[in-house]
């Protein structure tokens, strides 16, 4: 199993910044990718970014430009940090981990006022 524990998140005006990490411990060395989705109030859960084992990384094209997920290996960590927040990127972010299994974090919330 891998547990996942979030941090940041918060309040930013729009065009600020915000920095999310998320923690990974457990069977670590079966995770594949590692990523955070968001969902926003009344609408389904979305990719936001995620990356690979080998370091290749995906971005949703709403984010691209905006966002940078990266990752400590030493760590177990990930980072997403997030710039040129929009009121659009409201929601409740959440850390993945997908092994055999996907795995979920508790979400952290991120409100972005315009």
């Known amino acids: 199993q891998v547990q996942l524990v979030e941090s940041g998140g918060g309040l930013v005006q729009a065009g600020g910044s915000l920095s999310l990490s998320c923690a990974a411990s457990g069977n670590v060395f079966s995770i594949k990718a590692m990523g955070w989705y968001r969902q926003a109030p009344a609408k389904q859960r979305e990719l936001v970014a995620n990356?690979?084992?080998?370091?290749?990384?995906n971005y949703a094209h709403s984010v691209q430009g905006r966002f940078t997920i990266s990752r400590d290996n030493a760590k177990n960590t990930v980072y997403l940090q997030m710039n040129s927040l929009k009121p659009e990127d409201t929601g409740v972010y959440y850390c993945?981990?997908?092994?055999?299994?996907?795995?979920w974090g508790k979400g952290t919330l991120v409100t972005v006022s315009s």
């Open positions: 990356i690979f084992s080998g370091g290749s990384t």
């Open positions: 993945n981990a997908l092994t055999s299994m996907n795995y």
